[in-house]
């Protein structure tokens, strides 16, 4: 691989790739969501085309005047993405709008060591430039199951990493690779990528959960990453929840990762299998000899399916079961029940309907009424919040009988 030395040359030129890494735009376009002065952002798209990062790209439709210019990223800029996983690699190859043009993924041990792992993972890289897919890279990203210091670009103190504390991971990917290189946990970058272009598109603040071979979240603030002092705010799989619970692959007892993650999982499956509890996990583990968190989904789905071929009203949303989205939504029973859990009779209705007079007369009382109104309405601030007063007050009007003529306690 060839070094490459063409990078942006200062905050604004940055920016305005930013930008066009979501699609093409024109200058127009781009003039109304920068605080760049018309001349100054020509100047800067002018030296981006120049420097080979972008490119034209037709003229825009007009805006009532001179048709503007279109400019998208360089159609030959190439960024490789490196995913280590506890027991997998995958690499990938993306053009400037994140498209993915390549993938490689294969199984790996974390446990290894890094200069294993890593060499590994360029070797990947390697076949993809060999199979024609880039010459050089632009830039390139690491995720890792662990807490990452990110202005360093190291691991910290990583729990299922052994031998990953402090290296620098950054410097040694970036040499290999002759691109700027940036390092990260990896359940972060998943919520970077739901942040540019998944579920979480429009949302400012979200919380993005991993649950795999390890348990990870991923915070989102404002619409950046939050990291913490230490880079591990959101490594939650390793909270203790039980202090006599199992062993965690981290070396601690009771970690929620322990109980839940996919080693956990697969224990667990196991154990129901040989009990007799799911036929189709007992027939997965005397074929396999073993079972894995993806045959627990598989089992997931096959019980679920049988569920709707045994019943097909539940495959209609809000149908009849236990656990049913639409069961959610259905009224309970006691919300067509008076206060003490008794049917309230169809009669009470029609006496609302005929207290409708009673009703217009109470909303036209003499000023003196309402004085007195207001004085006993004053008294219930005791026990009812002021901005329920009105509702009450209200309630109690429609019913035909005016607050100062009840017996409610907080009219008295």
Not at 152 to 179: F, H, K, N, S
Request: aromatic share 4%; with cysteine; glycine share 12%.
């Amino acid at each position: 691989m060839k070094r490459t030395t063409i990078r942006p040359e200062n905050v604004h030129q940055a920016a305005l790739l930013r930008l066009l890494r979501d699609g093409g735009r024109s200058r127009a376009e781009l003039g109304d969501v920068v605080d760049l002065s018309r001349s100054k952002l020509n100047v800067e798209l002018d030296r981006l085309l120049e420097l080979g990062l972008a490119e034209p790209d037709g003229l825009a439709a007009s805006r009532g005047g001179r048709r503007s210019g279109r400019v998208r990223l360089a159609r030959d800029i190439r960024f490789g993405g490196i995913d280590i996983g506890a027991t997998s690699i995958d690499v990938a190859v993306t053009d400037g709008e994140l498209n993915v043009l390549g993938h490689l993924s294969e199984p790996c041990d974390i446990k290894e060591g890094p200069a294993v792992v890593l060499d590994r993972a360029i070797e990947l890289l390697g076949k993809l430039s060999r199979d024609g897919l880039f010459t050089d890279l632009s830039g390139a990203g690491i995720g890792v199951p662990g807490p990452v210091s990110f202005a360093e670009g190291v691991p910290v103190v990583p729990p299922i990493m052994p031998g990953w504390d402090r290296y620098p991971v950054r410097e040694t990917v970036g040499q290999a690779l002759c691109c700027p290189t940036v390092v990260d946990n990896d359940v972060n970058i998943m919520a970077l990528g739901e942040l540019h272009a998944g579920v979480a598109r429009h949302v400012e603040d979200f919380l993005l959960v991993k649950i795999g071979t390890g348990i990870g979240c991923g915070i989102v603030v404002d619409s950046k990453i939050y990291r913490g002092v230490s880079g591990s705010a959101g490594d939650i799989g390793h909270i203790r929840v039980d202090d006599l619970g199992p062993v965690c692959s981290c070396g601690n007892s009771g970690c929620l990762e322990a109980y839940f993650g996919g080693a956990a999982l697969a224990r667990e499956a196991v154990a129901v299998a040989r009990s007799g509890g799911s036929p189709y996990l007992a027939e997965r583990l005397a074929v396999a000899g073993t079972l894995t968190a993806e045959d627990v989904a598989a089992a997931a789905a096959q019980g679920r399916r049988g569920r709707d071929r045994a019943d097909p009203r539940r495959r209609a949303p809000g149908g009849p079961g236990a656990g049913e989205p639409g069961q959610l939504l259905q009224p309970r029973p006691s919300d067509h029940r008076g206060r003490r859990g008794q049917a309230r009779p169809r009669a009470a209705r029609g006496d609302q309907k005929r207290r409708l007079p009673q009703v217009a007369a109470a909303r036209h009382r003499k000023p003196a009424d309402r004085a007195v109104r207001t004085r006993r309405y004053r008294g219930c601030h005791r026990r009812h919040p002021p901005h329920q007063r009105p509702r009450l007050l209200r309630q109690l009007i429609i019913v035909g009988r005016p607050p100062w003529e009840t017996n409610t306690p907080c009219f008295k």
